[in-house]
């Protein structure tokens, strides 16, 4: 299975794959709509100064976030990717607590959310390798 991958070497820290996972998440056709709107991003970029990496969902292979959900949102797809159910999500966030990568977020909803490689808003590749400017997150198998 592909998945998107992270060289913490390239990372400039810039957040443009936050911004551009928003917008290809939002359903809005102008990415300066976004401008001075809180965003949900299914990628997070964190560090110091010394170096900044994206956190992005694994699609482990044995999920624990699947075994955690109480409602039955979270769900593996035959193809490995681990997605949610919004409207079965109860918000009771027990996945955030035992994802071991911290993918697994709140977003404005109430509901979680995390990467699910951009499949179900785009053709090719996620947003986030698209946008990219120093080619620090690649989606390839490995």
Known sequence: MKRVYVNEKWCLGCH???YNCA????GLKNMA?????????????EGDEKIT???SCRHCEDPICIKSCISGALSKTPDGMVEIDKSRCVGCLTCV???PYGAVIQDGDGA???CELC????????ACVAG????AIVYEER
């Open 16 to 18: 443009l794959c936050e």
């Open 97 to 99: 607590l035992v994802c």
């Open 132 to 135: 990219c400017p120093n080619n």
């Open 53 to 55: 990496f994206a956190i």
């Open 23 to 26: 917008f290809a998440n939002s």
């Open 33 to 45: 709509k976004l401008k001075g709107q809180k965003i949900y991003p299914r990628i997070r970029v």
């Open 112 to 114: 979680v959310q995390k």
């Open 119 to 126: 499949l179900k808003n785009s053709s090719g590749a996620p």
